[in-house]
């Protein structure tokens, strides 16, 4: 555990050089912690172990409600900054900013990570706001790799880790009172994750009982409630009431869609066009919640490694260029494609069950092959053949499934178009 007083010492001498500037620090914290990577010198059971050392007190712990982290565990401090080990036993895809400057890097396991642009277009009050939020390419961070943490809209992120557990070890400077820390939706939805109503949040966790209790005012209980509260408060409460009924002893994906969807509608029917964008943020939000709730019962090492690249790229060439770091001697699409094969067939895990047929125009479509197309290559080997508007009609469910993302970029052409 020297190592990680020595890179406190570094860092905190090369800052208090740069009369303890803020703007330095990022590049500072990044500098060190690739000078000497952590996991050629200590582990997180080497941290365990230490923080139950007998007669010795850890250091004063900061973020002790462990919003980042399952836990962190503050393993030095200096003036104005401190280094955390956070320990990560679940997996999250949330898109967030940092109120706080640093560098982090993996110590242990493996993580998808995806860099965010947003630019934003209106603002609802200093909390809420909206606009266009962008992916950049996802990449693999392994033991050692490190990425500087800037404070606020230059670093958004979503880091979502393959191994449990994972670790990292996070360089950074203390956050501020007054501090905006977002969490961003696509579309395009920015809320800030920190700071809460009291009122809004006990009432978020009344409407969670009410759905795991099946309590019959709930519907009326939250139309009166949604027809007064602000998008940040609208996104709050419908994530409560799904967590809630989601609890519901007995509850499946399909009777849990059904239950949601009058509630989303009256928000989509709320004056205004926040409303409309709150509804889409939720709806693509509670799709990778049920994919990511899915991927905990596969145990398929390879199936995993897909899904989370389902579950956090944002465009097939994304995912065919990380499948190919992983596996350079097969060709990506093909090996993509047999995992799709795998996944949703008979009893399929992920809730998706694709015969031949559809698998085959999925495949077809992720080539980039036109509707008449398809339909031709199809028809080959059936004896009842399909229809353009029904490989239309096929498409347009594949693109509504979590599998959309491998049709991304793919042209939807015309359907009276030839081979």
Known sequence: ????????????????????????????????????????????????????????????????????????????????????????????????????????????????????????????????????????????????????????????????????????????????????????????????????DETARRLEQ????????????????????LDSAGPRELLGMLQAVAHGLRRRRGMDASTLDALLEPVVRHVERLPGSWGLLVSDAFGRRERLIGLATARQT??????????????NAQSASAIYRLVHERFPDREPRDLVFDWVAELCGPKSALGLTLNGTMQRIARLTAQGSSVGAIREAINTTRQAPV???????????LRASFLGVLLSGVEERPSQEGP
């Open 1 to 196: 555990m020297d190592f990680f007083r020595d890179l406190g010492t570094r860092v905190e001498r090369r800052w208090r050089a740069a009369r303890f500037d803020s703007g330095a620090f990022s590049a500072i914290a990044a500098e060190e912690l690739e000078r000497t990577p952590a996991h050629r010198h200590v582990s997180y059971e080497d941290v365990l172990d230490w923080c139950n050392r007998p007669g010795v007190d850890i250091p004063l712990q900061f973020d002790i409600q462990a919003k980042f982290g399952d836990p962190p565990v503050t393993v030095f401090e200096g003036r104005g900054m401190h280094i955390d080990v956070n320990v990560w036993s679940s997996n999250t895809t949330t898109v967030h900013e940092h109120g706080f400057e640093g560098g982090f890097q993996v110590l242990s396991g493996s993580s998808v990570h995806t860099p965010y642009d947003f630019v934003e277009e209106r603002r609802y009050n200093q909390l809420t706001f909206a606009g266009t939020l962008t992916a950049r390419e996802s990449e693999i961070l392994r033991p050692g790799e490190t990425r500087a943490i800037v404070r606020g809209a230059g670093f958004i992120h979503s880091l979502f880790h393959l191994d449990d557990p994972s670790t990292t070890v996070v360089v950074r400077t203390h956050t501020p009172r007054r501090s905006l820390q977002r969490n961003f939706y696509l579309p395009g939805l920015a809320v800030d994750g920190f700071t809460f």
């Open 206 to 225: 009344l409407a969670t009982f009410m759905g795991i209790t099946s309590n019959p005012r709930l519907d009326a209980w939250l139309s009166r409630y």
């Open 298 to 311: 596969v145990t398929n090492a390879d199936h995993r490694f897909f899904l989370a690249l389902l579950l």
């Open 387 to 397: 229809e353009l508007v029904d490989v239309e009609r096929a498409q347009a469910e």
